[in-house]
T-cell receptor, first 114, second 118 residues
Framework: GDSVTQMEGPVTLSEEAFLTINCTYTATGYPSLFWYVQYPGEGLQLLLKATKADDKGSNKGFEATYRKETTSFHLEKGSVQVSDSAVYFCALSDHRGATNKLIFGTGTLLAVQP | DVKVTQSSRYLVKRTGEKVFLECVQDMDHENMFWYRQDPGLGLRLIYFSYDVKMKEKGDIPEGYSVSREKKERFSLILESASTNQTSMYLC?????????????????FGAGSRLTVL
């Protein structure tokens, strides 16, 4: 079945460092891809998404490009801040059926130090 | 501005108790979901519902049931709580796929309910 694999954490960076969190997927259809973020004590919020190959999602300085040839959707940010410390989840959703249930990766904890 | 509300942030229950987790959304969404979140396992889908009174099992439905009597409310029920059900439970809602909306296919989550079963 469909699945998402993302790099294990925790990832610890200094402020203003470059961030990459790897995410690869397995899917039989043509899924939409998402990054969600969970700040301490909160639920998940959508960070960005891409719905087809070569789409780039971006938000708050984060970017991810839907790469069908490598089945990847890596999250990047050029300069992280302490406020970016959170757990990041990669997810996919296929378009089959009446619902859009998401399949999530295991999450990557990012800790940014001042 | 709260759109998905989970009634309890923290609960402590005893083994064998019946537990109700309530979720309400005010966005008129057709789809609602219950996930559990555990360290190292990410989010796993327990049940989902695509309409009132309609429900489908997710990946880990054992030990759980759900109720959707009204469009805005989706309840998760643990008939007889066990210690291995200690977890964070997350409710979410969305519009169905294929809607002509930028918000379609995007899940909105509640803040979560942390359940401890002793």
């Amino acid at each position: 079945g469909d699945s998402v694999t993302q790099m294990e954490g925790p990832v610890t960076l200094s402020e203003e460092a470059f961030l990459t969190i790897n995410c690869t997927y397995t899917a039989t259809g043509y899924p939409s891809l998402f990054w969600y973020v969970q700040y301490p004590g909160e639920g998940l919020q959508l960070l960005l998404k891409a719905t087809k190959a070569d789409d780039k999602g971006s938000n708050k300085g984060f970017e991810a490009t839907y790469r069908k040839e490598t089945t990847s959707f890596h999250l990047e940010k050029g300069s992280v801040q302490v406020s970016d410390s959170a757990v990041y989840f990669c997810a996919l959703s296929d378009h089959r059926g009446a619902t859009n249930k998401l399949i999530f990766g295991t999450g990557t904890l990012l800790a940014v130090q001042p | 501005d709260v759109k998905v509300t989970q009634s309890s942030r923290y609960l402590v229950k005893r083994t064998g108790e019946k537990v109700f987790l309530e979720c309400v959304q005010d966005m008129d969404h057709e789809n609602m979901f219950w996930y559990r979140q555990d360290p190292g396992l990410g989010l796993r889908l327990i049940y989902f519902s695509y309409d009132v009174k309609m429900k489908e099992k997710g990946d880990i439905p054992e030990g759980y049931s759900v109720s959707r009597e009204k469009k805005e409310r989706f309840s998760l029920i643990l008939e007889s709580a066990s210690t291995n059900q200690t977890s964070m439970y997350l409710c979410a809602s969305s519009t169905p796929p294929g809607r002509p909306s930028s918000g379609a296919n995007v899940l909105t989550f509640g803040a979560g309910s942390r359940l401890t079963v002793l």
